[in-house]
Structure formats: structure tokens, C-alpha cells
């Protein structure tokens, strides 16, 4: 898919890596819708840094987690915007609990975190998917993480989060194709974004150690993966992991 004048929805698309993200899409010619939960003032500050790559880009508000709330969403971006082709679903929740740790595993850090990782990406593709179908198609791809491909990263919640992404990008890509395409990214360790600061720092420091790179992921080599998984025409259920060689599947 040609991506210029293309528009693209991408949650959490103020946080490190969703930045980077942005700035990709930005770059190949994308308008970008950024949407947020919290911190407007940045999100109009990465929208203002987008807009020098000469492509329109605004922010939009959004609780993830609640229906109404993401429809309304999705209708802004095209009364704004004009169109919706791609949605990227970045935006995510974690919170360190050592897997041994069950007692603080309780039922309202797991609903928190499966709300946010995997009902919002359900919910943002749902509702994009009528305008992209309106187009003729689209583009979906998810950011789970390689804690959904092997048992680690910050909570068993977590983990279990980014493996129902997973999955729930294979299921989508069933239900939605031939038109619109849905593939997922699953990065390691990644330093300097919102959800690996709430990382112990022990395990940072195992994370890099144990990549046969010997170094964490690189949030422009996602991000640029991304842009590919845009444009493709013929991969869509699929999973690439990158994450500096800790994970194979």
C-alpha cells in the first residue's frame, strides 16, 4: 500500500516508543492521529514535531478501555483527518510483579492490564474496521512483545496480555481479511519508554545480557518494521519479533 496521504490512527502514540512510530509513518507520507490517555500537552507537542515532516497531525483524547469512548475517537480522526487506513495499537499498561509473586497479582492490576493491552486493541480495530472497508481497506498492526511469545517481561498479567494480542491479531486478520491486513510486532526489552521504566532494574540488566546482540531492542527498527507491515500487500496473521535475539518462535 502506497502510504502517502495515508491516515493513520496510532494509540499511544505519545510514549517513546510510539513516537518513534509516528515519526516512521510521518516520514512515508502518513497524516497521523495521536492518541492519548492522560498528557495532552505532549501529545500536541509530538503532533507539532510530526507536522515538520509536512503531513497533518493532531491528537486525539481517548480512554481505550471504554466503547464509546474509541468510537467517538475513530469519528473525530475522519471528520478531522478525513479517512482512517491504518491503525497501530501501542498503547499498553504494565506494572512489575515478580512472576512468584501471587498475592500482589490481584484482580484489579489484571483487569487493569488486560482492559488496557488487549480490550482496547480489540475495541480501536472494531471500530476502524467499517471506514477502512468504506476505502476498500486497511491496515492493523498490533505491538504486543515477546512476553506473549515466552513466559517473562514485567506480570504474568502482562504476559498474558501480549499473547492474547497475538492471538487476537491472527483471529483479526481471519475475520477481516481479504481487505484489510493485520500483523503484529512483538519488541523485547526496549529502553527509554514509559513501560520498561517500571521495570526492576535487575531485570533490565538480564534482558540485554541474555540477547545474543548483548544489547536491548531498537525502537527505530520497530518503528521501521511498522512502516513495512503498512505497506505490504501479501503478510497479514503474522508476528516478527525484534528484540536483539532473545526469543525464538
Given at each position: 500500500?502506497?502510504?502517502?496521504?495515508?491516515?493513520?490512527?496510532?494509540?499511544?502514540?505519545?510514549?517513546?516508543?510510539?513516537?518513534?512510530?509516528?515519526?516512521?509513518?510521518?516520514?512515508?507520507?502518513?497524516?497521523?492521529?495521536?492518541?492519548?490517555?492522560?498528557?495532552?500537552?505532549?501529545?500536541?507537542?509530538?503532533?507539532?514535531?510530526?507536522?515538520?515532516?509536512?503531513?497533518?497531525?493532531?491528537?486525539?483524547?481517548?480512554?481505550?478501555?471504554?466503547p464509546?469512548?474509541?468510537?467517538?475517537?475513530?469519528?473525530?480522526?475522519?471528520?478531522?483527518?478525513g479517512?482512517?487506513?491504518?491503525?497501530?495499537?501501542?498503547?499498553?499498561?504494565?506494572?512489575?510483579?515478580?512472576?512468584?509473586d501471587?498475592?500482589?497479582?490481584?484482580?484489579?492490576?489484571?483487569?487493569?492490564?488486560?482492559?488496557?493491552?488487549?480490550?482496547?486493541?480489540?475495541?480501536?480495530?472494531?471500530?476502524?474496521?467499517?471506514?477502512?472497508?468504506?476505502?476498500?481497506?486497511?491496515?492493523?498492526?498490533?505491538?504486543?512483545?515477546?512476553?506473549?511469545?515466552?513466559?517473562?517481561?514485567?506480570?504474568?498479567?502482562y504476559?498474558?496480555?501480549?499473547?492474547?494480542?497475538?492471538?487476537?491479531?491472527?483471529?483479526?486478520?481471519?475475520?477481516?481479511?481479504?481487505?484489510?491486513?493485520?500483523?503484529?510486532?512483538?519488541?523485547?526489552?526496549?529502553?527509554?519508554?514509559?513501560?520498561?521504566?517500571?521495570?526492576?532494574?535487575?531485570?533490565?540488566?538480564?534482558?540485554?545480557?541474555?540477547?545474543?546482540?548483548k544489547?536491548?531492542?531498537?525502537?527505530?527498527?520497530?518503528?521501521?518494521?511498522?512502516?513495512?507491515?503498512?505497506?505490504?500487500?501479501?503478510?497479514?496473521?503474522?508476528?516478527?519479533?525484534?528484540?536483539?535475539?532473545?526469543?525464538?518462535?
Open positions: 500500500m502506497d502510504l502517502k496521504g495515508k491516515v493513520a490512527i496510532v494509540t499511544g502514540g505519545n510514549g517513546g516508543l510510539g513516537q518513534r512510530i509516528c515519526h516512521a509513518l510521518a516520514q512515508a507520507g502518513c497524516h497521523i492521529a495521536v492518541v492519548y490517555a492522560k498528557s495532552r500537552d505532549q501529545a500536541e507537542e509530538v503532533a507539532a514535531a510530526l507536522r515538520t515532516h509536512g503531513v497533518r497531525a493532531e491528537p486525539f483524547a481517548c480512554d481505550l478501555t471504554d464509546p469512548q474509541v468510537e467517538a475517537m475513530v469519528a473525530a480522526v475522519e471528520r478531522t483527518l479517512r482512517v487506513d491504518i491503525l497501530v495499537n501501542d498503547a499498553a499498561y504494565n506494572k512489575w510483579i515478580a512472576y512468584t501471587l498475592d500482589a497479582l490481584t484482580l484489579e492490576v489484571w483487569d487493569r492490564i488486560l482492559a488496557t493491552n488487549l480490550t482496547g486493541p480489540m475495541l480501536c480495530t472494531k471500530a476502524v474496521a467499517a471506514a477502512m472497508r468504506r476505502q476498500g481497506g486497511g491496515r492493523i498492526v498490533n505491538i504486543s512483545s515477546v512476553a506473549g511469545l515466552s513466559p517473562t517481561g514485567s506480570s504474568i498479567a504476559a498474558v496480555s501480549k499473547a492474547g494480542l497475538i492471538h487476537l491479531t491472527k483471529c483479526m486478520a481471519v475475520a477481516l481479511a481479504p481487505d484489510i491486513l493485520v500483523n503484529c510486532v512483538a519488541p523485547g526489552y526496549i529502553e527509554e519508554t514509559r513501560a520498561t521504566s517500571n521495570l526492576d532494574p535487575a531485570y533490565r540488566q538480564r534482558s540485554r545480557d541474555s540477547a545474543l546482540l544489547r536491548a531492542a531498537d525502537k527505530d527498527d520497530i518503528a521501521e518494521q511498522v512502516v513495512l507491515l503498512c505497506r505490504t500487500e501479501s503478510i497479514t496473521g503474522q508476528t516478527l519479533a525484534i528484540d536483539a535475539g532473545r526469543v525464538f518462535h
